[in-house]
């Protein structure tokens, strides 16, 4: 499973892009009006290399702010892209914005098969989701959690059959 991309619903999409392209050199891909009032700009990360580093895992300690070698080998890499919304007051992310204050929306994470993961997430208790079966879209399945009881956070769960949608797919704006 690795990070495909992170999501925000902010107040000002334009104002919250120039924090993520000075603090962490990312860059504009695409400007999108989804209609109904709702705006989408799609960012990728400055550097982006084929792949993936392997560096040694570090767990981190929240509580002390300590960093704990745990001596596994695991992949990290950047999420492919930064996905911010904004809205009209009357849209689902307008909407999503007065009730929360903004911020941190969704993590979706690729996986290999979405409906076994789905399953998974049901039997074990890790969590619901916004439809009984994957969505089919696009050259892939997804899965949108609802807001996770424990973090707050959506989850979206991707599995990409068509290589090039790696680097971008629509983005969904729905009520969950």
């Not at 002390?64 to 992949?75: F, L, Y």
């Amino acid at each position: 499973m690795r990070l495909s991309h992170v999501s925000y619903r902010v107040r000002d999409r334009l104002k919250a892009a120039e924090f993520f392209a000075r603090a962490f050199k990312c860059r504009e891909l695409q400007d999108l009006d989804l209609g109904g009032g709702v705006r989408c700009l799609l960012m990728a990360a400055h550097e982006q290399k084929a792949g993936y580093e392997t560096r040694r895992s570090t767990l981190v300690d929240l509580t002390a702010g300590n960093s704990i070698p745990t001596g596994v080998w695991t992949d990290f890499h950047m999420a492919h892209s930064v996905i911010i919304y904004d809205g009209d007051a009357n849209t689902e992310v307008g909407n999503w914005v007065s009730r929360h204050g903004g911020g941190l929306y969704s993590l979706a994470y690729e996986v290999f098969d979405v409906a076994t993961e789905m399953s998974r997430w049901r039997q074990t208790g890790l969590g619901s989701f916004t439809t009984t079966k994957p969505i089919e879209s696009e050259g892939m399945f997804q899965a949108i959690s609802d807001p996770h009881p424990i973090t707050g956070v959506v989850y979206e769960l991707l599995q990409i059959r068509d290589p090039s949608l790696r680097k971008y797919h629509k983005p969904f704006v729905g009520e969950y």
